[in-house]
């Protein structure tokens, strides 16, 4: 109450802002004057100027009128287009590291143009980040001329494009592309094995289009670049004929009641399916028929885990995941269909052999399971930026998201002129057949004043279902969904014709506008780029189109504007709005209405019981929609809900990332530091004094009496180990004062000596290459296998609150001890492997550094084998052995599996207590573990 008092006296924070704002434009708005009488040359030479004024110590900020004044200018000569006072406000907004929510049709891209010019002038590299490459082009072309008029350089990254392009790109003024191949080339830089190869110049600040669809809908997704792991083919093709043979049960099992008849039960909000004891035991039984279960054995055995894997992602498949809703089979391939845009995604896999499951089900190649080399969230990845900024049609139902994860504040920009659009009561049916019979009648009724009709649709499958009915009922139309993006931005752009019905999966970020009467610009584009006809008849024909598009326009506006019908409710209320948003823009007539049914997804999981009991009081004839308030407002509760689910789900997916990133930035800035360091010896020597402490420290403890000493034990293992002779007892007994910290010191000068002989041997410049080889290698490898543990140890915390402790704590304690363990292996593998391999020349250590080659991170399988000091000695003469032993070389003597786990330091005892810092004594925490 007192809030909105305070409100209406001070206004909203938005008004606030925006009054502000105002103030400057009036600034601009009093330079374009100045600018317009300025030439071409000495427009473009204001960029030269501004950098130099930038170099004297003056702000970007102080800069913003007049950048913006010369930029506008810039853009009404390269591009016809002049910015609105409302786009100049959506700027500064940008420049600012806020969120700005522009309408459809407000000019997005032309608005981002701005704070892009005044933050390219301090030379540290601008992206503008889209949501595939298609925008990413044509927005480097169209805009690119403005840039290009004030003197500034611009590239695009695209998929696909070879290393030396995306470095040309990255090192221009401005640089567009899409989310995935700026997250994807973050992660390949940090795999790099060369400065030179590195392709970003860092993270400076980046405007993010479509940002709800890219740091929202997205982000439950991480970026994962992975290799191929062993195959299980067979067993994915045989356990597929497992789920056909089990029953689902009618309902969900309940506490303390007997389970119902049934096998296993799918649970569609948390998106599993559970095995009840009965189908437990059925599938053991079959899985034993089918010879992949030994008799009498358990799917809860230890050894069968992985089988119990295997049969969870086939009843998956074959329960919670359709073809041509989230899948669709092309050429004989799997392609994910992304829920939230309706797009393919080609190179795309779910994991947890999940893809192989689906595979299995529609009978294509399996392709083997990926091992994670490197994975970032959006979250993380876009955190990174000195300055964030986004822009989006439809931000402010998330701005608690963007606030919360982001620290990105969202303002409202007020549209250029008044929205008109008529948006109507959705109309609930009983059945699906009911509802696509209103849709169809009302589509017809359009379609005979000469009235556009744009259909979203949730799902290929309704797209094609209803393209059915319209082609029975003799109504001409496009269908534009996942299977046919290439043609998308065209069949988009006349969907303003008269009588055009556009049958359309979600439309996020199409990226094109639906202009009443017809895109004319892109008919005129295509005439000037015709050779065929003469200029001096195009000034004509342009003209013809003009008056053409000019009648079709105001054909369109007499029979209402664009009229969008919504099939069904999408989960986001910001979906549903987005579809919206393609009608009314500019101020154009529109309408819309959201016609759903008892059948509809989200009303039978959220809101059925409820709608379904008023429908029922009501005792309407078949066809007869409910129309009212309250359904509409019970339905948005629903979609409340279901955004609440997914805010704590990407919450939570950031929480445990958080703990992956604090060790991901450790490990990158160590790999950047070796490739940026001419000298990586020191680094090496500090490996090799901890090492060898540690192991001097298991047979000497510190802080022990000389009768706890096990000389003889560390000579052997100084000797067998390390080749490493070093006399200890026979030091102690000629000089009896010797303390454990003389004796340490011996052991270290000693390991010193025989490695300074070595690199003496082939020089200290050649061997630092092969040093650093060998370092960068080791980390990757175990990043790689960390990585691994990361996702063993998520997929099983949850069960820790079982003992009544908090899983996320659980996570971050358990990874930070793994973390510790791999640096401690990273140390002794880099140690072991340059203390044992031989190089007797110069040219032997230049040629290994040659053939052990950075390894690849497409389809290759990673292998670890024994290491065997005699191959290396026997290949003393053979660079190519030697670089095999070099690769082959394992984390230790013994196979990784097999490896037991040393404790360095100090012994703990029983009673002690646990160092993890729970507060219990070590036999009762992790003493139980040893």
Not at 150 to 171: E, F, N
Not at 441 to 458: F, K
């Amino acid at each position: 109450m007192i809030q909105n008092y305070l409100t209406r006296i001070f206004g909203s924070r938005n008004e606030r802002l925006l009054k502000g704002y105002r103030k400057t434009v009036a600034q601009i708005n009093a330079l374009e004057p100045q600018m317009q009488a300025l030439g071409d040359e000495q427009l473009a030479a204001k960029t030269p100027e501004f950098r130099q004024r930038i170099e004297a110590g003056e702000t970007l900020d102080a800069l913003l009128p007049e950048a913006f004044a010369v930029c506008r200018e810039a853009a009404r000569r390269a591009l016809g287009m002049r910015h609105f006072d409302v786009q100049l406000v959506g700027g500064m907004v940008l420049h600012a590291g806020k969120i700005a929510e522009m309408r459809t049709g407000e000019g997005k891209t032309l608005t981002a143009t701005l704070p892009v010019y005044l933050n390219a002038l301090a030379g540290k590299g601008v992206h503008v980040v889209t949501v595939n490459d298609y925008l990413a082009e044509r927005d480097a072309e169209w805009m690119g001329r403005v840039y290009r008029f004030l003197g500034m350089s611009v590239g695009t990254i695209l998929s696909q494009q070879p290393t030396a392009d995306k470095k040309i790109a990255y090192a221009a003024d401005i640089t567009y592309g899409t989310n995935n191949e700026f997250g994807f080339d973050y992660l390949r830089d940090n795999m790099e094995y060369a400065t030179g190869d590195r392709r970003q110049r860092g993270l400076f600040y980046a405007i993010v289009d479509e940002v709800d669809s890219i740091l929202i809908d997205e982000a439950r997704t991480p970026l994962i670049i992975s290799g191929q792991a062993e195959d299980h083919t067979v067993t994915y093709q045989r356990m597929n004929a497992v789920p056909p043979l089990l029953e689902e049960m009618a309902a969900e099992p309940k506490s303390g009641e007997e389970e119902p008849p049934g096998d296993y039960w799918v649970d569609r909000k948390a998106h599993q399916v559970y095995l009840s004891e009965a189908g437990h035991e059925k599938a053991e039984r079959i899985l034993g028929e089918m010879g992949l279960l030994p008799a009498g054995a358990s799917l809860y055995d230890a050894s069968n885990i992985s089988l119990m894997h295997h049969l969870m992602a086939a009843l998956r498949a074959h329960t919670l995941f359709l073809k041509d809703q989230q899948y669709v089979v092309q050429n004989g391939e799997v392609i994910i269909v992304d829920e939230f845009t309706g797009r393919l995604m080609p190179g795309r896999r779910w994991s947890e052999g999940l893809h192989q499951a689906v595979e299995a089900k529609e009978g294509v190649a399996i392709q083997a399971e990926n091992q994670t080399l490197a994975s970032i969230t959006f979250q993380n990845y876009f955190r990174m930026y000195g300055k964030l900024a986004g822009m989006t049609g439809t931000a402010d139902t998330e701005a608690y998201e963007f606030q919360e994860i982001y620290h990105l504040e969202t303002v409202v920009i007020p549209t250029h002129r008044p929205m008109i659009r008529e948006d109507r009561q959705d109309q609930v049916f009983r059945t699906a057949k009911e509802k696509f019979d209103a849709i169809l009648a009302d589509i017809q009724e359009c379609y005979a004043r000469g009235q556009p009709v744009l259909v979203g649709t949730t799902s290929i499958e309704n797209s094609e279902l209803l393209s059915g009915m319209l082609q029975r009922a003799k109504l001409p139309h496009q269908v534009l969904n996942a299977k046919q993006h290439a043609r998308e931005a065209e069949i988009v752009a006349q969907a303003g014709r008269p009588k055009m019905v556009t049958i359309a999966t979600n439309m996020a970020g199409r990226g094109t506008d639906i202009v009443l009467g017809g895109n004319v610009e892109k008919q005129i584009d295509l005439l000037r780029a015709d050779a065929s006809v003469p200029e001096e008849d195009k000034q004509a024909r342009i003209e013809k189109l003009r008056n053409e598009w000019q009648s079709l326009h105001d054909q369109v506006i007499a029979a209402g504007g664009l009229h969008i019908v919504g099939t069904e409710r999408h989960e986001s209320r910001r979906i549903d709005n987005q579809l919206r948003g393609r009608s009314g823009r500019q101020g154009d007539p529109g309408s819309s209405r959201f016609y759903l049914s008892m059948e509809d997804p989200l009303l039978k999981i959220f809101a059925g019981d409820r709608l379904k009991a008023i429908m029922d009081r009501l005792k309407l004839p078949e066809g007869e929609p409910i129309e009212a308030g309250m359904v509409s407002r019970s339905i948005e509760s629903a979609q409340r809900k279901v955004e609440a689910r997914n805010f704590d789900i990407r919450k939570q997916l950031l929480e445990y990332d958080d703990v992956a990133n604090d060790q991901r930035k450790i490990v990158y800035a160590d790999r950047n530091a070796l490739l940026e360091s001419d000298d990586v010896s020191a680094r090496v020597g500090e490996l090799r004094q901890q090492v060898f402490t540690d192991l001097f420290r298991e047979y000497v403890p510190a802080d022990s009496v000389e009768e706890q000493w096990n000389l003889e034990g560390l000579e052997n293992a100084l000797e067998n180990e390390w080749q490493l002779p070093v006399p200890l007892r026979r030091m102690l007994q000629e000089n009896e004062q010797l303390t454990d910290e003389d004796l340490l010191e011996a052991v270290l000068k000693e390991a010193e000596r025989m490695y300074r002989s070595k690199v003496d041997q082939v020089g200290a410049d050649v061997f630092a290459g092969f040093e650093r080889s060998i370092l960068l290698q080791t980390i990757d490898q175990h990043w790689r296998e960390h990585l691994s543990s990361l996702d063993y140890l998520r997929q099983g915390i949850h069960l820790r609150g079982y003992a009544q402790k908090n899983p996320k704590q659980e996570y971050k304690r358990e990874a930070f001890e793994i973390f510790g363990l791999m640096q401690q292996r990273i140390r002794s593998d880099v140690t072991r492997i340059l203390m044992t391999v031989r190089i007797q020349s110069a040219e032997q250590a230049a040629q290994v550094e040659e053939t052990v080659p950075p390894p690849q991170y497409t389809k290759v399988a990673y292998t670890h084998a024994d290491f065997d000091p005699s191959v290396v000695e026997a290949a003393d003469a053979d660079p190519e052995a030697i670089a095999l032993a070099v690769q082959n070389a394992p984390r230790s003597a013994e196979p990784a599996a097999q490896q037991p786990v040393r404790r360095f330091g100090q012994k703990i005892g029983r009673n002690d207590p646990c160092p993890c810092g729970s507060g219990k004594k070590y036999k009762q925490c992790h003493g139980r573990l040893a």
